[in-house]
């Protein structure tokens, strides 16, 4: 059982920075692999991030490659998602999940274990 916790969202304005951190609990947590997602009101739940197990693997969302970096503090059980150039389409629910295997996924639906969000909103 892991439990996941995010924090860090918040009101930003478009062009500004937040840093998300999600805090695992259970001694396994350098077993999973990690992933952000995100859902905006009247939205479906979208991919956003992930990293795998060592050797951390990442892939990223392509409307936020460059923008955003996902990483992961094995020894700190939490892994975060840097969010820079912020625009208004990143307003959303960031959620943090955890998937039970070593490969880093885009598919919400492998993923085991969710937290239960955190609301970014970018002003124009």
């Known amino acids: 059982q892991v439990q996941l916790v995010e924090s860090g969202g918040g009101l930003v304005q478009a062009g500004g920075s937040l840093r998300l951190s999600c805090a695992a609990s259970?001694?396994?947590?350098?077993?999973?692999?990690m992933g952000w997602f995100r859902q905006a009101p009247g939205k479906e739940r979208e991919f956003v991030a992930t990293i795998s197990r060592r050797p951390f693997t990442t892939y990223y969302l392509d409307s936020v490659k460059g923008r955003f970096t996902v990483s992961r503090d094995n020894a700190k059980n939490t892994v975060s998602l840097q969010m820079n150039s912020l625009k208004p389409e990143d307003t959303a629910v960031y959620y943090c999940a955890a998937a039970a295997g070593p490969l880093a996924t885009r598919k919400d639906h492998e993923y085991d274990y969710w937290g239960q969000g955190t609301q970014v909103t970018v002003s124009s």
């Open positions: 259970g001694r396994t947590f350098s077993m999973y692999a």
